[in-house]
């Protein structure tokens, strides 16, 4: 094994030299964000797939309603504090991983008060199930966003390896709980709904007590808290984009609602998997100048480009095989959102990029000039076209094309 290990550096080694890239660091960290991500994706896929044949198009709608609402409010928890941590806890300061998790507790007692508003309007319009689903996610709210820090620690210390069995643990415990309420409670929203919070706060939780024991120091960054709340304000407008259609569909058609979700988890199956990859680049980043060359640009929109001409030739056959006939129509969403993996996998690394080194007004560009334009323009269009499709795809394609643009151009500082 340790021949085998060897010999693998040698060659990544020998193949980054040319390139440019820092392999040896990729290979060895990225195997287990790879392996990682590749368990969170066949759990969500078997989740999904699960969903699709034992739920009624109208309960799978009404539950990825009831998950839009909660990840509408999430930026009440103070999303900023993990890129924030991570950056920070990478510098040395390990005491603001506790500080980060009380404030992010305290918080997210805000996004509770709200949901339950939210209830008490679907309660108002007989829609008993939905109004149950959002009392209990209310309740169990400030255990979703406040303890996951645990994630931001192992990343800042490069524990990628403890990180991935960690979270392995954790998708595999609440996946299969999620699976298991399917089978018992086929069709039944309100246990669907249960299982996968409940189990998401408490592995939340464990992972958290768990993970403590690698604070090294109780030192704090003077700017830590202060660039979490900069990132914060950035994000709601993020926060709305990102989940605005969502809620808007199910609104409008719950049924619809579905057949986009399913498109929509698979595009996202595979935007997650490049994250979790390239969330590798973050520490380094956060420590060294890095520039990134035009020709690792290119290797990199050519290896998305791969990605998007395979799925779209297995696309209809994929969505028939996994989902039924009763969501083929899920594939004609799927194939057009693919084209955009090969600006997403660039826009990937080089958001780390932006946030490891403070680049406030790419920052702001990206969190709110971005979401304001996509907002503007895929309302305009619905309400000229009345087309939730043209809806959904000029949201999808405006927010990740001048996404890509912004963290590509460079903007000129005043001297």
């Known amino acids: 094994m340790k021949k085998l290990r060897r010999k693998i550096y040698n060659i990544s080694k020998t193949a980054g030299d040319k390139l440019g890239f820092d392999l040896p660091y990729f290979v060895e960290n990225g195997f287990w964000m790879i392996l990682n991500q590749a368990v969170a994706m066949l759990a969500g896929l078997i989740t999904s797939v699960l969903f699709a044949r034992y739920f009624s198009q109208e309960t799978y709608g009404a539950y990825q309603l009831v998950l839009a ?15 924030a941590l991570i950056r920070s806890i990478a510098k040395g300061n390990d005491g603001d991983f ?48 406040s303890f996951d820090k645990w994630m931001a ?27 298991t309420v399917i089978f018992l409670f086929p069709d039944y929203l309100l246990p669907a709904v249960f299982a996968y919070l409940a189990g998401s706060a408490f592995f939340n939780i ?24 900069f990132i914060t304000k950035l994000s709601i407008l993020n926060t709305l984009v990102n989940h605005f259609d969502k809620i808007l569909i199910g609104i409008l058609d719950i049924k619809a609602l579905a057949v986009y979700s399913i498109a929509l988890g698979l595009i996202n199956i595979i935007k997650s998997f490049i994250k979790s990859v390239t969330a590798i680049t973050f520490p380094k980043f956060a420590k060294y100048k890095i520039k990134i060359s035009f020709l690792q640009r290119i290797i990199i929109f050519v290896t998305g480009l791969i990605l998007s001409v395979t799925f779209y030739f297995i696309a209809d056959d994929l969505v028939r095989l996994l989902y039924t006939e009763k969501y083929l129509y899920s594939a004609r969403y799927f194939k057009i959102f693919i084209w955009i993996i090969p600006l997403f996998l660039i826009s990937s690394v080089l958001s780390k990029k932006i946030l490891a080194e403070k680049n406030e007004k790419k920052l702001i560009h990206t969190k709110i000039t971005v979401p304001v334009i996509t907002l503007i323009s ?28 912004v963290l590509t151009v460079s903007f000129k500082t005043k001297s």
Do not use: H
């Not at 269009?381 to 394609?397: A, G, M, P, Q």
């Open 98 to 145: 506790e500080l980060s998790v009380k404030l992010a507790f305290k918080f997210s007692f805000i996004g509770s008060f709200l949901i339950f508003f939210v209830a008490a309007y679907y309660y108002f319009k007989d829609e008993n199930i939905v109004s149950y689903s959002l009392i209990f996610s209310a309740l169990v709210f400030p255990f979703l966003y």
């Open 153 to 179: 620690l192992l990343k800042a210390k490069e524990k990628f390896e403890t990180f991935t069995k960690q979270n392995i643990l954790m998708t595999i415990g609440k996946s299969g709980l999620t699976i």
């Open 378 to 405: 895929s309302l305009s269009v619905y309400f000229f076209t009345k087309s939730i499709e043209w809806f959904v795809y000029t949201k999808f394609f405006v927010f990740n094309v001048l996404n890509y643009i």
């Open 206 to 229: 464990v992972l958290y007590i768990k993970t403590k024991r690698y604070i090294e120091n109780d030192k704090k960054g003077s700017d830590t808290l202060p660039y979490a709340g």
């Open 69 to 83: 609402i909660i990840a509408f409010f999430s930026f009440f928890s103070i999303p900023g504090l993990n890129p």
